[in-house]
């Protein structure tokens, strides 16, 4: 399989620039004015630059307000802890917590913003199997 690619927006390049790679660990592509492509664990994202970025609605998982549009990845287990230890300094915006604890869909989670208000979530799973089953709630 090859690499998935995704457009965001964000409303500053430098400092979303500095947010992928010294926060995330991203590396970066062609930079312009305008736009800039980073690999984000092995997949292609692409920021365009806006002058206002847009209004994002909610949705409320286990009682929290989160954001319905985001993205992040699906972790190992532990590299999801190391990378939560690593993030220690900045503000999570929801968690890190345990969604279905003691179900077969157990997964830890935590949802993080880049500096133009992008919500990115990352999660892993106590079994991989149940990522894409259907019998639970995964989402």
Excluded at 19 to 35: A, D, N, P, Q
Excluded at 49 to 65: C, H, N, Q, R, S
Excluded at 88 to 103: A, C, K, N, S, W
């Amino acid at each position: 399989m090859r690499p998935f690619h995704l457009g965001f927006l964000v409303n500053n390049i430098e400092e979303s620039i500095k947010f992928y790679t010294e926060v995330l660990g991203c590396t970066t592509g062609r930079i312009s004015e305008k736009s800039f492509v980073l690999n984000f664990q092995g997949h292609q994202l692409v920021a365009q630059l806006v002058e206002k970025m847009p209004a994002i609605a909610t949705d409320p998982p286990d009682g929290k307000t989160a954001p319905a549009l985001h993205f992040g990845l699906v972790m190992e287990w532990d590299e999801w802890h190391m990378l939560k230890a690593k993030l220690v300094t900045i503000d999570f915006m929801i968690g890190p917590y345990t969604r279905h604890e003691g179900l077969p869909s157990e997964q830890m989670t935590f949802l993080i913003k880049d500096p133009s208000g992008n919500h990115l979530e990352f999660k892993t799973f106590k079994d991989d199997s149940s990522i894409f089953d259907s019998k639970t709630d995964n989402a």
